[in-house]
Structures are given as C-alpha cells and as structure tokens.
C-alpha cells in the first residue's frame, strides 16, 4: 500500500516518484558531500541527552538506505527493519533509547486532537503505522509540547540533541538531529539525519531553510 499527497518531491523516474509518496517530507534531493567532523566531543551534561546522542550516532553504522514505503508494522514500539527507514525514523530510534516512543505519543495527541494536525494526506482519522514518519506531524507534536524554540540563522543557538526541520523546496520538509561533533570547516555542530542514502553525520545545519527547532524533548 502506498500513500499519495499533494506536493511531493518529484524526482526523474516515475518508479522513484513513486516510491517517494510513502511518507510526507523525508525527500530525496542531491545528497550533499559528506563533510567529516572533528572527533572532539563536547561535553553533555544530561545522561538522557548523551544517550539520545549515542542512540543517533549509532544508526549511521547500520542504516545504509532509505524507503519511505508504507509499512504495517507493530504498535506500540514499532519500526521498519533498522537497515532502511527516512528523516523521521533516526529522530524516532534515537529517542527510544531514553524511553520516548513518538510512535505512541503522536499517534495518541493525534486521536485526542486529530483536527489540530496538518490535514495534507486526505485521512479521516490517525495511523500508527505512518503518524509519526510524517515530518509535520513530528513538527506540530513537538510544538504542542511547548518544545519549540527560536529559529535563527546562527549557528551557535544550535546545541547537542537539538531536533531541527527544513525546507528542501517544492512542498518537502526534512528533520535531523544536532549531534556533539563540530565540523573542522565550518566550527558548526553536524547533523545526523537521513536524506536519501542512510543515517549519516553531515556538515548541513544551514544548508536549507530551518523551518523548526525543538528541544528538551523527553524531557518534562
């Protein structure tokens, strides 16, 4: 089963655009070059924080792909197989290691409060297979949680553990999170983030218009 909505990014083979209407957000645009971080760590002083952190730089040793196929999986803890996945699903893996399952909680906020999440996709009602594989909903559900914060072109107001969204263009929006290495070119902190070819820790944070910036997630 595929999912179709209004906007999506369009790439230059029909079975690619195809493939691409599994879940909103999480395009696939040119993958920009790989930029290797300095392996000096900052310190962090949250034991949570350093787990989520951990939990992010973790993926990019397993997950090589990405396929925003509409998968039936399992509910609560679900996920596809940690091989593949999108944007949102190293945001969601990361932050299970502290506890928080964004499966459960958005599909939860979503039953309660259906009307106040983006109605892009035509639903009638919330899914626990895709709800939280949906950049937006992950964008309004971490606003609803008073986690939103100011949006600057700065890049020292961007701290370790930060969830940060962007918008690639043509209707898609993209989400990672701020990792604890800098980058040896820029001094900014990498991202960790899967735009089309696995997790991967990139020297990206202001290479697209910040549409969002969240934190103290998991954290009351």
Same mark, same amino acid.
């Given at each position: 089963m595929m999912v179709n909505y209004k906007g999506l990014f369009i790439g230059k083979l029909l079975l690619s655009s195809s493939i691409l209407m599994g879940v909103a %957000?999480?395009? $696939? =645009? /040119?993958? =920009?070059?790989?930029?290797?971080?300095?392996p000096i760590e900052t310190q962090v002083a949250s034991p949570k924080l350093k787990q989520v952190l951990q939990a992010a730089m973790e993926q990019t040793k397993y997950t090589r792909s990405y *396929? =925003?196929?509409?998968?039936? #999986?399992?509910?609560p803890g679900g996920d596809v197989p940690r091989e593949s996945g999108v944007c949102t699903d190293v945001v969601i893996r990361a932050f299970r290691a502290i506890g928080v399952d964004l499966q459960q909680d958005v599909h939860e906020d979503m039953k309660r409060n259906f009307a106040a999440y983006p109605q892009y996709w035509g639903l009638s009602g919330p *899914?626990? !297979? #895709? *709800?939280? &594989? &949906?950049? =937006? !909903?992950?964008? /309004?559900?971490?606003?609803? $949680? %008073? /986690?939103?914060?100011a949006i600057t072109k700065r890049k020292e107001d961007y701290l370790p553990g930060d969830v940060v969204t962007w918008n690639l263009g043509d209707g898609q929006e993209h989400i990672g999170i701020v990792s604890h290495y800098k980058s040896a070119q820029t001094g900014q902190f990498s991202v960790v983030h899967n735009i089309g070819a696995g997790t991967r820790l990139e020297d990206v944070l202001l290479n697209w218009p910040i549409i969002g910036h969240y934190r103290g997630i998991g954290e009351t």
């Open positions: %957000g999480c395009a $696939q =645009p /040119k993958i =920009p070059p790989f930029v290797s971080a300095t *396929d =925003p196929a509409y998968v039936a #999986i399992a509910y *899914d626990p !297979n #895709i *709800d939280r &594989r &949906r950049v =937006p !909903n992950l964008m /309004k559900y971490f606003e609803r $949680q %008073g /986690k939103a914060i």
